[in-house]
């Protein structure tokens, strides 16, 4: 017997396997590994931008992965890190001091993953899903304007043979260093990553589905092993060490440091995987629902650092291939979790072969994707405010750093969302027989009370043969006692001049709060609240 839509809402384990075909076991099994040939060497790159080992970035298939296939609502999203996601952990280990005052980032970095998730489940608990999405578009395009431009120059000393990681220290120490780099720049390793950058872009346009990543990962490895191009000043990673990540403790020598950051990364977490989530929903799936995609992003977010993995989040592009392979379920990221596992047992030595630039390579392409200048102008055509949010947050983002962007596209989009709820919207009607109808056409809060009641009090103002009011309050779900105050100081103000106040339409779940009040139980005694604004306005005034 099918389960039903509220069975499938509350399944906790594999909530995607609902309703699961077995027919679709080697579309899954295919995805996944198409996926994993994207996302493996991709996540190994991203590790690099926060300037710590590949490793790291392979550990991040791992767990996190597999904790949000268990308990995850969207059935083709792949989960690990995200080039926005490493940059902003770059930035927070760098601001904290990790960097100056640590040889080994690496408790640190599992401190913070915890910390962002502890964030994220907090979140959950409070069921802050649609209050996270309020989060702004053009906020999410100036940060990664930011994050595209900073990690792109960054990769440059790389690119041209130095290996050095300027990500974390803001997009002008990141241009300072490229120039730096130039007079010592390596040909071989200059002509290794124009080789590697032109590969995955005529891929991404003539052929989407040849994994790029993994074929630019696989010929620098081919390079180095049978041309030892390495000889010729390319470097190389760091040793790959063979096996699972071992089990470790975080440390929280630089928690107060870090806090502002995992702030930042657990909402940019939260809203990359809620944003590709929804974007590669197919119709006739179920709907994506927010508290469960913050509780299974938290809970990956919680487990994954102990096995030594980077702040997690959904991401577009290994979504996308997923999806395009013909994923059907979260088993095909269970799938890339298993050749995740493989790759960490036995290819160890072999990804040891692998040069910088080739990786320096992966994540330049990446982020470059990243400005969206097309999404850019379309903010300048349809609206002014936003692209200047956009604006501003992105040059925040390359002068004072991302983390101070994420917080001036916060504030910029919460300013544009109170003076949207600040606006008193009133219409009028035709007076019959003294009594005016008026509609209340946005909701009434606590900020905007005394507003409407200006605006209601200016409709009647020098307007003749004006005995009552009949007032529309259907947008009244939910009320306050500033509100209600208003419509009692609102109701003595009208009888001060003569004018009779009536309620119509007001929702049984706003009344059932206002009677609570001695005014609105009073209204209600004497005949002054309606069903409808019709009713309202044809009830005849009282006598005298």
């Not at 004006?466 to 609102?490: C, F, Q, Y």
Request: aromatic share 6%.
């Amino acid at each position: 017997m099918p389960e039903t839509a509220a069975a499938r809402r509350g399944r906790l384990l594999l909530p995607t396997l609902a309703g699961y075909r077995p027919s679709s076991i080697p579309r899954d099994l295919l995805a996944g590994l198409s996926a994993g040939a994207v996302v493996v060497p991709q996540a190994m790159a991203y590790a690099t931008i926060a300037n710590l080992p590949v490793q790291l970035g392979l550990y991040t298939c791992m767990v996190p992965m597999f904790v949000y296939a268990m308990l995850g609502g969207s059935r083709a999203m792949s989960v690990s890190t995200t080039s926005t996601i490493a940059t902003l952990t770059a930035t927070t280990l760098v601001s904290a001091g990790v960097a100056a005052d640590s040889d080994d980032p690496v408790p640190d970095l599992m401190a913070l993953t915890l910390l962002v998730g502890l964030i994220l489940l907090l979140a959950r608990l409070l069921k802050a899903g649609s209050a996270v999405e309020y989060i702004s578009k053009p906020t999410i395009i100036g940060v990664q304007v930011g994050v595209g431009a900073t990690v792109a120059v960054g990769q440059l000393p790389k690119l041209l043979g130095e290996d050095a990681e300027f990500t974390g220290h803001g997009f002008i120490r990141s241009i300072v260093a490229a120039v730096e780099a130039l007079p010592g720049a390596n040909l071989p390793t200059v002509l290794l990553s124009v080789g590697s950058i032109a590969a995955l872009f005529l891929l991404k346009r003539f052929a989407k589905r040849v994994p790029g990543p993994l074929v630019v990962v696989a010929a620098g490895i081919l390079l180095v092993w049978l041309a030892g191009i390495d000889r010729f000043g390319v470097d190389l990673i760091a040793a790959v060490p063979q096996g699972f990540p071992a089990f470790e403790l975080p440390s929280f020598a630089h928690f107060g440091g870090m806090l502002p950051g995992a702030l930042a990364i657990a909402m940019m977490a939260f809203l990359e995987s809620a944003a590709v989530a929804r974007g590669i929903r197919k119709p006739g799936e179920p709907q994506i629902d927010s508290n469960r995609e913050l509780f299974a992003t938290g809970a990956a977010n919680t487990l994954g650092p102990f096995f030594q993995t980077l702040p997690a989040a959904g991401g577009f592009s290994q979504s996308a291939v997923n999806q395009g392979a013909g994923a059907r379920s979260q088993l095909a990221s269970l799938t890339t979790v298993v050749l995740a596992v493989l790759v960490a047992l036995f290819l160890g030595p072999v990804l040891s072969l692998l040069p910088q630039a080739t990786l320096a390579s992966l994540v330049f392409v990446a982020v470059i994707g990243l400005v969206e200048v097309g999404a850019i102008v379309e903010l300048w055509r349809t609206s002014r405010n936003d692209f200047w949010i956009a604006a501003l947050t992105a040059v925040v983002g390359l002068s004072a750093g991302l983390l101070y962007a994420v917080l001036i596209g916060l504030a910029a989009t919460f300013v544009v969302i109170f003076r949207e709820l600040g606006r008193v919207r009133v219409e009028a009607g035709e007076s019959r027989a003294g009594v005016l109808p008026v509609r209340l056409l946005g909701g009434m809060f606590t900020a905007n009370a005394l507003a409407y009641e200006q605006a209601v009090l200016a409709l009647v103002t020098g307007r003749a043969g004006v005995s009552a009011i009949a007032l529309e309050l259907t947008r009244l779900e939910t009320t306050s006692i500033t509100v209600l105050d208003m419509l009692a100081d609102l109701d003595r103000e009208l009888g001060g001049m003569g004018i009779e106040l009536r309620l119509a339409a007001v929702p049984e779940s706003g009344a059932a709060m206002a009677r609570r009040g001695a005014w609105f139980a009073g209204m209600e005694r004497a005949g002054r609240v309606y069903p409808t604004l019709e009713a309202a306005t044809a009830a005849p005034l009282a006598a005298g």
